[in-house]
């Protein structure tokens, strides 16, 4: 019998899914669809009809495709400008001589517990690091002779009327949510193997709506954070600075746009492109503006060895990663799409969240199944085997 997993990748202006099969360990596409969001308006849902409508759309699409079989599971790809991540420190005396699994359970629990904040809804706990007396970073401590265990997390988090919103359109067409997981967490543990985070890195994934980016060094986030500004925001800009419609601003920036102006083609357009240059780029520089301020707090301008990796569509402006050097004083890197050889997606960027979603799901399953996503009793559990897979 198929296992039949379900990816949804949840956007302001689109919805897109795909639909994929494990036969004795061999995993298949079997479809993908892409649906307009409706009921949904700056990352609002607004219309719950309207929303769970192009959910069903989708859902009923799958069920032609596939001829009486069930999807067993549903994961959620999400990334939204007022997402918050929340780094949580639990510490625990060990009063025996030595560190025990039952003490390490213990402050899971005590994480999942506390990872709370009114209005937001946690939807994922990630293990950061665990310390030993204070300042020795163990993966495993377990048998280990110390006096104190620290436990360090990061709890995501989005808001709470738009989790909800998510939950119920799934349950009204019969499909329950294993899990939901942040986009620039699946994309920093796809894309940055542990030569860049250890030596150093910033993975800056420029969506439409936002920008997220998260920091790491020495195999370890020191942060992950959301900037709500990026792809309407230049279109906005654009149709202001030149005076022209909101949709031949959009065309333009598709058609015209560039980082750093290529002298060939600002002689050969009938734009003025050093002023449509100027435009874009002052609303990059924003954004790396933000990111080297926090880089700078936490004393690692300048400093990460690996530099600055761009991602999404976004980030495939011409010289952008030119911009980005100049700006950082760091090496700048695009990644690279093939770098994930799966299926005839995988050369389409609209769906590769879903691709990224798709494996991370595929590599902290086991815990899961049979379960609902809603933050309970078992998260501990999931921390505890995230640890065991870190390295």
């Known amino acids: ?51 769970t409508r192009s959910i069903n759309n989708i859902v009923e699409n799958f069920v032609k495709k596939l001829w009486g079989d069930f999807i067993d599971e549903v994961f959620v790809s999400i990334s939204h400008p007022e997402s918050l991540v929340k780094r949580i420190a639990e510490q625990k005396r060990i009063m025996d001589p030595e560190i025990w699994e039952w003490d390490v359970e213990h402050l899971s629990r ?172 002052s609303r990059y520089e924003e954004i790396f503006w933000k990111i080297n301020n926090f880089l700078k707090k936490i004393d690692r301008d300048w400093k990460l060895a690996w530099g600055i990796i761009l991602i999404w569509w976004w980030a495939k402006m011409p010289n952008l990663d030119l911009l980005a050097k100049d700006n950082f004083k760091l090496a700048t890197f695009y990644w690279k799409d093939n770098q994930l050889n799966l299926w005839d997606i995988s050369n389409n960027i609209q769906f590769t969240n879903i691709l990224w979603t798709f494996v991370r799901s595929n590599k902290y399953m086991d815990w899961r199944k049979g379960s609902r996503l809603k933050i309970n009793w078992n998260i501990w559990w999931s921390i505890k085997k995230f640890f065991k897979e870190l390295f």
């Open 1 to 51: 019998m198929r296992d039949i997993k379900a990816i949804f990748d949840i956007g302001n202006d689109s919805i897109k899914a795909v639909i994929f099969a494990d036969d004795e360990g061999k995993t298949t596409m079997l479809a993908k669809h892409m649906e307009p969001t409706q009921g949904m308006r700056k990352w609002k849902i607004l219309d719950s009809e309207g929303f």
């Open 110 to 281: 005590v994480i999942a517990d506390v990872a709370v904040k009114n209005n937001m809804e946690t939807i994922k706990i990630v293990p950061v690091h665990r310390i030993i007396d204070d300042d020795k970073k163990e993966k495993d401590p377990i048998w280990l002779k110390w006096k104190r265990l620290e436990l360090v997390a990061d709890a995501f988090m989005i808001p709470k009327n738009l989790y909800n919103g998510i939950i119920e359109s799934f349950n009204k067409v019969w499909l329950s949510v294993s899990d939901i997981i942040p986009n620039i967490l699946s994309s920093s543990e796809i894309a940055l193997d542990y030569d860049r985070k250890d030596l150093g890195v910033v993975l800056v994934d420029i969506w439409k709506n936002q920008t997220s980016y998260t920091i790491f060094e020495e195999g370890f986030p020191l942060w992950y954070w959301t900037i709500p500004l990026w792809g309407e925001d230049v279109t906005k800009d654009i149709s202001i600075g030149m005076q022209i419609d909101i949709k031949e601003a959009e065309d333009i920036k598709k058609t015209h746009w560039t980082a750093i102006v290529d002298k060939n083609i600002a002689e050969d357009s009938p734009l003025d492109i050093h002023f449509l240059t100027e435009i874009i780029s």
